[in-house]
């Protein structure tokens, strides 16, 4: 006899766990649905982002900085270092390390907020008063019912047509961050957030990096002022080296195990790239072959993506999706809001999430962040605005770390002042741009912003200079 609960999420990522937590923590009788498992056979919770994602890709970018600032930046500090070397091994393990803990931390979660794992990957199969998931584990089934149903599938990594990944000569994002090894010669397809974090971390490392893109503006999401300087941080400065505006024709590999992408430039001529190992980081698709959408009527577009409304509500009553499966960005801290959010509706509370307050965040070095529009898209929009820039270079707290490079920008609305948009580029972009974030949320002023103190020396003050430069008033350039 298959086990009934109130709420049932398909899926243990950020969004399916954070959903599961939230709803126990309601009260509600939660299970949550997870099959993964990791390179050793075991299951693991935590999904994409835990396991090769977020997590493990951040490991290795922290290492790969330290590298570099070993070999290159400690003489600034009368440092002197010599004879540094990478371990792989000894980093892969320290990454894997991380990765468990994390996981780990996801199954202490569950034991202490009651909730159930069913272990499997689970489709639904039936709809009534109860919604039925079956749970496919290797030979093994068994199903599960309940009155809500969550779908948090998460999603993987795009196929090229005809580029085979084997995640050993030609990788997706899992295999580029398990090398034992430094490539000599690395090459990316996509110049996107993965293809830019993975390259640069075996750049540090020593690879010779090449990244073809197939879209003739570098970061076209970004404000042009974040373009401009992150394309003179990472091929000027650090050697990576980018090709914008190509078309991949075709990609093989030879006896020496030596990959070769064969592509059109942006001038039409055909070219030829040989490297020793090819990362392909052309974006993701939503996880829903296999759910079993068409069994009960679950709205599915032609893309892969549920269909759901602005609270995550399917066509279906009392089933939700979330995250990577649904519209909007595809990152790890959206699928948790709105994991909570549907849990607290369920409930029957009444939370909201304001899409357009969702940073953005690049892990590079330095580092890209960004909420809200950039002054571009403020003014395809027809809205008047103002802006304020402060770079970090005549910051004394960035002077002193030795980390100066980048700016602050605001975008504010020219009747109103209400901060529209605020793009960061430094070595702590991810952890500067929530003060951003949060006046946002508020409907706040770059006003707001100046009239706040702002500690010294901290690299918060260039937030406010900037702020103050909406107005031309900044007090220290």
């Known amino acids: 006899m298959s086990q009934t609960f109130d709420v049932v999420v398909i899926g243990a990522g950020p969004g399916g766990y954070i959903a599961a937590v939230r709803a126990a923590q309601l009260g509600l009788k939660t299970a949550c649905i997870e099959g993964w498992a990791n ?69 202490f979660l569950f034991k202490k907020n009651k909730i159930t794992w ?34 948090a599938t998460g999603s993987k990594a795009r196929q090229l047509p005809n580029v085979p990944v084997d995640n050993q000569a030609i990788c997706d994002n899992e295999g580029a961050l398990a090398f034992g090894t430094v490539p000599k010669r690395l090459g990316v397809i996509g110049a996107g957030v993965i293809g830019l974090e993975l390259g640069s971390v075996w750049r540090r490392l020593g690879a010779e990096v090449t990244i073809l893109e197939a879209l003739p503006e570098f970061l076209s999401p970004c404000d042009e002022a974040v373009q401009k300087e992150a394309w003179k941080a990472f091929t000027k400065e650090q050697g990576l080296e980018i090709r914008l505006g190509v078309k991949i024709e075709k990609v093989s590999t030879r006896k020496n195990s030596a990959v070769v992408i064969e592509y059109t430039d942006d001038k039409g001529l055909a070219q030829k790239l040989e490297c020793d190992k090819l990362v392909v980081s052309v974006g993701r698709v939503p996880n829903t072959d296999g759910l079993g959408a068409t069994n009960v009527g679950l709205k599915v577009d032609e893309r892969g993506f549920v269909e759901v409304d602005g609270q995550c509500r399917t066509n279906l009553p009392n089933v939700w999706a979330i995250g990577d499966v649904v519209r909007g960005p595809m990152l790890a801290h959206k699928a948790e809001d709105e994991g909570v959010m549907v849990a607290e509706l369920i409930a029957g509370q009444k939370p909201h999430i304001d899409y357009d307050c969702i940073p953005w965040i690049i892990y590079t070095s330095p580092e890209i962040a960004w909420v809200g529009l950039t002054e571009k898209k403020a003014k395809e929009k027809g809205i008047a605005v103002r802006t304020g820039q402060f770079p970090f270079a005549i910051n004394g707290r960035a002077l002193g770390t030795g980390q100066t490079q980048g700016f602050v920008k605001i975008v504010a609305d020219a009747a109103t002042d209400r901060v529209l948009g605020v793009h960061i580029v430094h070595a702590h972009a991810s952890d500067l741009i929530q003060e951003a974030v949060t006046v946002m949320e508020f409907k706040g002023a770059a006003e707001d912003i100046a009239r706040i103190c702002h500690g010294h020396p901290t690299l918060s003050e260039v937030m406010r200079e900037a702020a103050l430069a909406v107005d031309k008033r900044s007090l220290n350039s």
Do not use: W
């Open 39 to 107: 390179p050793k056979g075991e299951l693991a919770l935590g999904g994409t982002c835990l396991n090769v994602g977020c997590i493990p890709s951040k490991a290795l970018l922290a290492t790969s900085e330290e590298f570099e600032k070993a070999n290159h930046h400690l003489d600034e500090h009368g440092i002197s270092v010599a004879g540094v070397k990478i371990d792989v091994g000894r980093m892969q393990a320290r990454k894997d390390a991380i990765v468990g803990k994390m996981t780990k931390g996801v199954e």
């Open 118 to 151: 069913v272990k499997g990957f689970g489709k639904l199969v039936a709809n009534g008063d109860l919604y039925t998931v079956e749970v496919t584990l290797g030979d093994r089934k068994e199903s599960v019912q309940a009155k809500h149903v969550i779908v």
